[in-house]
């Protein structure tokens, strides 16, 4: 069945000091910002990871590799709008997207419907088609501890 495809995405990146969290193409306010060559965001790394996989189009490293001057603090909302392009050129579209944000703090229940809706707007489908769930790992492990926030994402795509 190459008319149903199913990928799974997983990101991770450090928090620090001095820089801006951003998650689902949102700004939340925070104490701390992730670490990274781009903006860092973890759900749309992970996002754009599952549709690639999903395609078979290996990573989102091997297409915007963290070494290239163009993608130096890139919003990730622009890799995302990419991604779509790309698995667009096969001919896919997505289906609908399940995704999972890991961190003790800050809370982001309160921004889940915020960040559904950019990713809705940017993949030009409808909210619906859009889970997004937050969670702790109850104080165990890099994440408990905050030292990083971590995103998982399943993504159905379908022949177009």
């Known amino acids: 069945?190459?008319?149903?495809r199913i990928g799974m995405g997983y990101?991770?990146?450090?928090?620090v000091e001095g820089r801006e969290l951003?998650?689902?193409g949102i700004k939340i306010e925070h104490n701390m910002g992730l670490l990274g060559h781009s903006d860092a965001d973890v759900l749309i790394h992970a996002i754009c990871d599952a549709?690639?996989?999903a395609a078979n189009m290996r990573d989102i490293g091997?297409?915007?590799p963290d070494t290239a001057e163009e993608t130096d603090g890139i919003d990730s909302k622009i890799l995302l709008r990419k991604t779509m392009t790309l698995i667009a050129e096969k001919g896919y579209r997505i289906g609908n997207i399940d995704a999972t944000v890991c961190a003790e703090r800050p809370k982001l229940n309160p921004h889940v419907e915020q960040m559904k809706?950019?990713?809705a707007k940017v993949l030009d489908t409808d909210v619906e088609n859009i889970s997004i769930k937050a969670t702790t790992t109850?104080?165990?492990g890099f994440t408990g501890r905050e030292e990083g926030i971590s995103a998982y994402a399943v993504v159905l795509i379908n022949k177009a």
Do not use: A, P
Not at 1 to 4: E, G, K, R
Not at 11 to 15: A, F, T, Y
């Open 1 to 4: 069945m190459d008319n149903i």
């Open 11 to 15: 990101d991770v990146h450090k928090l």
């Open 22 to 24: 951003w998650l689902g």
């Open 51 to 53: 549709m690639l996989g």
């Open 62 to 64: 091997y297409h915007f």
């Open 117 to 119: 809706e950019c990713l």
């Open 138 to 140: 109850e104080r165990l």
